[in-house]
């Protein structure tokens, strides 16, 4: 006999469930992974961000314990700084080790940022040239006849 209108008789029933309880670990593994990544990058751009403006800091002749406050400061915990400052160049390294505070069996990843800068003169030894020097306009970098929005000359 024919069985017409009404669910279907077979063995799809509760297929759905099964389908999805099969598929909601999977999406779990994947959200944690993406959690992972995106914690792994954020540390990276701390030590980017921080290697950047400790070089500038040091450049300038700040002293390398206000340097390394600053740094420490917005590095990733338990980041280990280093800083090497010569008449010519400053160069700042930030290195963090990241591990996930949600996860046991996730293994640390290293994360590493290096940032130069070029050593103003005076910075290693704390003098500062005499006077001031000179100031650098925007005039006297455009190019001669060069014109600039809102330049009516």
Known sequence: MIRRGGPPMGGDRGSVTAETAMALPALVLVLAAAMWALTVLTAQLKCVDM??????????????EEVRRLVAGGAPRGARISFVRDARLTRVSVTASVRPDWSIGVPPVAVRATATAATEPGAIDGQRPAGPEPPVTFDDQRPAGAKVAGDLR
């Open 51 to 64: 290697a950047r403006a400790g070089a500038r800091a040091a450049a300038r002749g700040e002293r390398l």
